[in-house]
């Protein structure tokens, strides 16, 4: 039950009464108009306990982009119903129409068209329905509050998915499955084919031009289903951000592009999210389906505010990948998370494996190394240096343990952590 | 490291601080108006109001607005001058043949004016209150006030044609019924000075206080009216009433007897209706939706925070380390160096020649500069940071 400004303005309206008729029986009278307005109107007002509520539209939505959720009002009840209507949804669903005026006659059904465009990575739940049916008269309004269930996941960005054909080209030049016909670099063998002006005279394969009679090459290709194992950090160092946006997020750009391309270069990508336990994990996902899995998994994922557990991550990875893979580890050069975590671990990681660290630089830092002028300026450009000087010693600390370094500003993290991929497979690393 | 800090970059999403305040200046400036208007009209009300002190109509005030020269005149000329700071005082010392000057009656209760209404004695009511006035001279109404300034007697009444022309200033009016003296008519005839007989004696009225005052008594012929108006007896009582005691008015009506019921029955049904807005505007359509937001930190936040304390503690040579470390690193790769040699002491020479070699200065100069010793003030530090750059710009344009 709710009642209305009406019924506040029609008891304002009545103090005038009493002054005309001094007397209680005035008073109880202005009481009772009052109150029968309000029976009449609770009695009349369309049944909000009637209604039935359906949904359908997206249940996935890219971050940026807006999703549209309809909530179909079934009127089961003998009269028809007006009413206002609030769908609720958290705030950073960002859910229009705020509120929406309703009037379904009995026993038909209509449409309450939302559109959700979300601020942030994750799941949203949409929270209640509320119905107010005002009576006849204004004076109160029957309300009730109903959950109608649905959660729309608002999925990373991607942005860097525009860096897909350039880097697809350039891995279809490897493979030699480039429209040139440019014979693929690589070790492993991929088939026959017949001599063409141009072609690598060390590469005539003499047998099979002795069967055919005809001159005959090898090609090479580079080696397929190698396995990439990228690790994403959600620990604390992921949540600092850079410019606007996380570290993860940037992280999860990088990733998407990595397994995006790595998949179509035949490899097999798998993923998985760590802090102190396993947060996610994306394991033996087909080519097609490998970057829906990611996105799924992802979208989900927040930054936990823990130191992450170095060893606990590399005894996870070691127990998951017996083969040799490419590790390609997503987190941040801090010189004390890295010191006393992943360092000492190390020789451990890549006695075995191949490991490829990927951190988001902050050109925050840049910016202060280049102040001047005043004071406040040149100590913070000090210490600026004093960052990247730091940042150059532990990677050139972790170079000397055999690891692949990419270190990069946030929107060229993604293409440059394909790019270093794209030379190990060049030069037949994986 | 990481701690919760104000979001950044979000004035895009929703209204900034600034406006919200605006939207609500412009919502509420109608109510803030007209709340400043009433202020200033009450100002200005409480401005215009005539003053008056403690000691008005005293006869033992020397001030301005006191009556100590009336009663040292009336004194001189023989007349007993008793000053009463109460009613009882005052009927104490009142009898046959006296005048009983009633000042400030405002101070009167209710029980001081029936005593008084049966004093044997003459009265002289100065500018007396309604009350007064209804229980002491029940014939005589209230007028209104005048302003005129000056006025002649024009009645039968001997005091007032003895002293002729009066300067009353400000003046309360009387009217009075049947056969009475009124003197000093305004030109709707009602009267400032008025007096009847009532049983014993005769009630004087006097609508100002003028003629009573220190400041007044010499215009005009205020002093003869005073003087025929109060030493008419032998003797004189002067009634200044004290503030009455807590209580002593007790027996008056209170606020909630004054209300007409129906008054009343309106504030209890304007309490209903202000209940049932509250009730409408606290019922929301749906919950208040709260949500987990993430923590916003800036990566950049510890960088920022060295830089800060390398300030506060004027580090300086910490400062110059880091400033001639990051050029050496970027100069190095110029010269054709490995990269190595930038944090190597024993290549220091090495550098300073090859840096010397491409720029306009000689060894010493680059020497101090990247390999100095600290700064030693703060303009100093500022102008190492110059040279570095001029360095490397040199050596990158050679």
């Known amino acids: 039950?709710?009642?209305?400004?009406?019924?506040?303005?029609?008891?304002?309206?009545?103090?005038?009464?009493?002054?005309?008729?001094?007397?209680?029986?005035?008073l109880f009278a202005v009481w009772g108009v009052l109150l029968l307005g309000v029976v009449i109107d609770l009695a009349l007002a369309g049944n909000v306990r009637a209604l039935r509520y359906h949904r359908s539209g997206d249940t996935n939505v890219r971050l940026g982009e807006t999703a549209k959720v309809s909530l179909i009002v079934e009127n089961l009840g003998r009269r028809r119903l007006k009413a206002r209507l609030r769908d609720v949804w958290p705030p950073s669903a960002g859910a229009t129409p705020r509120?929406?005026?309703?009037?379904v006659p009995a026993g038909e059904r209509r449409r309450v068209e939302m559109t959700l465009t979300p601020t942030r990575r994750g799941d949203r739940k949409a929270v209640t329905v509320v119905v107010r049916s005002v009576g006849p008269l204004g004076l109160a309004a029957r309300q009730l509050s109903r959950p109608a269930p649905w959660t729309v996941r608002a999925l990373p960005a991607f942005p860097s998915r525009r860096h897909l054909p350039a880097k697809l080209a350039r891995l279809r030049e490897l493979t030699g499955a480039h429209v040139a016909l440019i014979r693929g670099q690589g070790t492993e063998f991929d088939s026959l084919r017949e001599y063409v002006d141009g072609d690598d005279v060390r590469s005539i394969d003499w047998r099979a031009t002795a069967r055919r009679g005809d001159v005959v090459v090898r090609?090479?290709?580079?080696?397929?289903?190698?396995?990439?194992?990228?690790?994403?950090?959600?620990g604390r160092t992921s949540a600092g951000r850079v410019g606007d946006i996380p570290r993860l997020d940037c992280s999860m750009d990088a990733a998407l592009l990595l397994g995006a391309l790595a998949s179509r270069a035949g490899d097999r990508v798998d993923l998985l999210a760590y802090d102190r336990r396993v947060r996610t994990r994306v394991e033996g996902s087909s080519r097609t389906d490998l970057l829906p899995a990611m996105v799924h998994a992802m979208a989900p994922l927040e930054p936990e505010l823990l130191e992450c557990d170095a060893a606990g991550m590399v005894s996870t990875l070691m127990a998951r990948v017996r083969q040799r893979c490419l590790v390609v580890l997503l987190t941040e050069l801090n010189t004390a998370a890295i010191e006393e975590g992943l360092l000492p671990l190390l020789p451990q990681l890549t006695a075995r494996h191949l490991v490829m660290i990927a951190a988001v630089s902050d050109p925050r830092v840049g910016e202060m190394a280049e102040g001047r002028g005043d004071l406040a300026a040149v100590y913070d450009a000090a210490a600026a240096e004093r960052a990247r000087a730091e940042r150059r010693r532990l990677t050139a600390e972790l170079r000397g343990h055999g690891v692949e370094v990419v270190d990069a500003p946030p929107e060229e993290i993604a293409p440059a952590l394909a790019d270093a991929y794209l030379a190990l497979?060049?030069?037949?690393r994986l | 490291m990481v701690t919760a800090a104000p979001p950044r970059g979000e004035q895009s999403a929703g209204p900034s601080a600034r406006q919200v305040a605006?939207?609500?200046?412009?919502?509420?400036?109608?109510v803030v108006a007209a709340i400043l208007a009433m202020a200033v009209v009450a100002l200005i009300l409480a401005a215009l109001r005539p003053s008056t002190s403690a000691e008005a109509l005293d006869p033992e005030s020397p001030k301005q607005d006191g009556s100590r020269a009336l009663a040292e005149i009336l004194r001189q000329h023989g007349t007993r001058v008793t000053v009463a700071r109460n009613a009882g005082d005052a009927l104490g010392a009142a009898g046959p043949g006296t005048v009983m000057v009633v000042t400030r009656t405002e101070r009167l209760t209710e029980k001081d004016l029936q005593e008084l209404s049966g004093v044997r004695a003459d009265l002289l009511l100065v500018r007396p209150t309604s009350f007064a006035l209804d229980a002491l001279a029940p014939q005589v109404r209230r007028g209104g006030p005048t302003y005129e300034e000056k006025d002649s007697p024009d009645c039968s009444l001997q005091a007032a044609t003895l002293a002729g022309r009066v300067a009353f200033h400000e003046s309360e009016t009387y009217d009075v019924a049947g056969s009475a003296a009124a003197c000093y008519r305004t030109e709707y005839d009602a009267a400032r000075l008025v007096q009847v007989r009532n049983g014993t004696g005769t009630v004087t009225v006097l609508g100002s206080t003028a003629p009573l005052t220190n400041r007044r008594l010499t215009e005009e012929g205020n002093a003869a009216l005073a003087m025929n108006l109060a030493g008419a007896g032998t003797s004189v009582v002067w009634l200044v009433p004290d503030l009455p005691k807590e209580g002593a008015g007790a027996g008056q009506k209170?606020?909630?007897?004054?209300?007409?019921?129906?008054?009343?029955?309106?504030?209890?049904?304007?309490?209903?209706?202000?209940?049932?807005?509250?009730?409408?505007?606290?019922?929301?359509?749906?919950?208040?939706?709260?949500?987990?937001?993430?923590?916003?930190?800036?990566?950049?936040?510890t960088v920022e925070g060295r830089a800060r304390l390398y300030r506060a503690g004027r580090a300086r040579d910490r400062a110059s380390d880091a400033l001639r470390s990051g050029a050496r690193e970027r100069l190095v790769p110029l010269l054709g160096l490995p990269r190595s040699s930038a944090q190597d002491p024993s290549a220091a020479q090495e550098i300073v020649t090859a840096v010397a070699r491409r720029t306009a200065y000689d060894e010493t100069y680059v020497g101090a500069a990247l390999y100095g010793p600290e700064p030693l003030d703060d303009a100093g530090l500022i102008a190492l940071t110059d040279v570095l750059d001029d360095l490397e710009r040199q050596v990158r344009q050679s």
């Open chain 2, 22 to 30: 605006g939207r609500r200046w412009r919502s509420a400036r109608g």
């Open chain 1, 1 to 26: 039950m709710a009642l209305t400004g009406r019924l506040g303005l029609l008891a304002l309206l009545g103090a005038i009464v009493p002054l005309f008729a001094p007397s209680w029986w005035t």
């Open chain 2, 254 to 301: 209170s606020l909630g007897d004054l209300l007409p019921f129906g008054v009343k029955l309106l504030i209890l049904e304007l309490l209903v209706a202000v209940l049932l807005v509250a009730l409408w505007r606290a019922r929301r359509l749906g919950p208040v939706v709260a949500e987990a937001l993430p923590v916003v930190v800036r990566s950049a936040e």
């Open chain 1, 219 to 234: 090609t090479w290709r580079p080696e397929r289903d190698r396995r990439i194992y990228m690790v994403l950090d959600t």
């Open chain 1, 99 to 103: 509120m929406v005026k309703i009037n």
């Open chain 1, 425 to 428: 497979k060049a030069a037949g």
